[in-house]
């Protein structure tokens, strides 16, 4: 079959399955928004080994970063002197920008994923009643964003991975 049609049912087929683990068996440690998140970014830096080192290592990072920047938060008195909001401003501000220096580092120099893997922690952070807490961050639980994105951004790309290479398999030459 022509490659757009194999890689479309392979991406189907597999998003089907991650689908499964996310609402059944993985339910609550393995999430589908974050694993799609990295299964994108692996095909969008070229779908090769290099591509998935990089999805995962920087994702990761992306991931510290974003559980380094959190607990921070979380030490911010609500009656801080300029204000939550604007220390919760600076804290996130300045964590951006040792993320994107840290890009002087080769194994941490795409930047985008590791952004994806902070945005996708705070996702989580955000919209998951209670999580934003000591007690989660600092926790070792499944709860812990450090692990479940983590986990998720993995399990991800070697999706994306997976995909690729059945579509190769079912591709006419």
Excluded: H
């Amino acid at each position: 079959m022509d490659k757009l049609t194999a890689l479309s049912l392979s991406i189907g087929i597999l998003a089907g399955v991650a689908t499964f683990l996310a609402v059944g068996p993985a339910s609550g440690i393995f999430f589908i928004w974050a694993a799609t998140i990295a299964w994108a970014a692996y095909f969008l830096l070229g779908a090769t080994k290099e591509a998935l080192v990089n999805t995962i290592v920087c994702g990761i990072f992306g991931v510290v970063m974003a559980w380094i920047t959190a607990v921070l938060l979380t030490e911010i008195s609500p009656d801080a002197a300029p204000g939550f909001s604007i220390m919760a401003a600076i804290t996130v501000a300045v964590s951006v920008v040792v993320m994107c220096l840290a890009a002087r580092i080769p194994q941490l120099g795409t930047i985008p994923v590791s952004v994806l893997g902070y945005s996708s922690t705070f996702a989580y952070l955000l919209q998951t009643p209670e999580k934003l807490s000591q007690d989660v961050l600092l926790g070792v639980s499944l709860s812990n964003p450090l692990l479940v994105i983590s986990i998720s951004f993995v399990v991800g790309t070697f999706f994306g991975q997976f995909s690729g290479q059945l579509a190769a398999k079912w591709t006419k030459e």
